[in-house]
């Protein structure tokens, strides 16, 4: 099972901030948070991900709380082209980890003009 | 550099066919992991090769199968085919390192009538 709790949808106005939360209130000191998202009927596109400092790259900002508890992704300027179903995501990571990624049932973000 | 590439990404099959699906994975990514995704059951682990050797299995039945070649291109095959496999099955790569970020193709959809 998904050792994570997100909401099934929420709206954002384009040009807006999405701010996506997810709860992963049991996750191990070793296991990083990954956030995923998918396109309609296209594969899951890798986001962003961090163990416990915040994390910034050209397309999110990843903010986890000090107790890792859970965490918080946001795009900084939603466009329409963000419209998704986000996956937030533990694992362990590490050389010799197993690929294995499992998926909750994610965020459905519309993103509307 | 190329993305995962997973061919064919249509399929039509019947009840009690096999059916093989490819994945080339991205240059010098020695991970190649399956998932199947149905509306129902969402994004499930199948199964993750490195180095030709399968390392994890999810719980799928045995007419689920897999392997990987030496130049890290990897198949699956589904025997007996039933109505519940058709699903969008989709293949993503990683490198052997730390950070297994895993990339994902456009997945193959089969349709089992």
């Known amino acids: 099972d998904a050792k994570t709790t997100q909401p099934p949808s929420m709206d954002c106005a384009e040009g807006r901030a999405a701010n996506l939360p997810c709860n992963h209130s049991?996750?191990?000191?070793?296991?990083?948070v990954y956030w995923y998202r998918q396109i309609h009927s296209q594969g899951p596109q890798y986001i962003i991900h961090?163990?416990?400092n915040n994390e910034t790259n050209e397309m999110a900002s990843l903010i986890i709380t000090e107790d890792r508890k859970s965490s918080t992704l946001i795009l900084p300027h939603a466009t329409l082209r963000d419209t998704a179903v986000y996956y937030c995501?533990?694992?362990?990571?590490?050389?010799?980890?197993?690929?294995?990624?499992?998926f909750g049932q994610g965020t459905t973000l519309q993103v509307k003009p | 550099k190329a993305g995962v590439t997973q061919t064919p990404r249509y399929l039509i099959k019947t009840r009690g066919q096999q059916v093989t699906l490819s994945c080339s994975p991205i240059?010098?990514?020695?991970?190649v992991s399956w998932y199947q995704q149905t509306p129902g059951q969402g994004l499930q682990f199948l199964f993750e090769?490195?180095?030709?050797?399968?390392?994890n299995k999810g719980n799928f039945p045995g007419r689920f199968s897999g392997r990987q070649f030496s130049n890290s291109r990897s198949e699956m095959n589904v025997s007996t085919l039933e109505l519940g496999d058709s699903a969008l099955y989709l293949c993503?790569?990683?490198?052997?390192?730390?950070?297994?970020?895993?990339?994902f193709g456009a997945g193959t959809r089969l349709s089992v009538l």
């Open positions: 993503a790569s990683s490198l052997e390192a730390v950070k297994n970020i895993q990339y």
């Open positions: 049991t996750i191990s000191g070793n296991e990083y």
């Open positions: 961090g163990l416990k």
């Open positions: 995501i533990v694992r362990a990571d590490g050389s010799g980890n197993t690929g294995k990624l499992i």
């Open positions: 240059s010098g990514h020695r991970s």
């Open positions: 090769y490195f180095s030709e050797t399968q390392r």
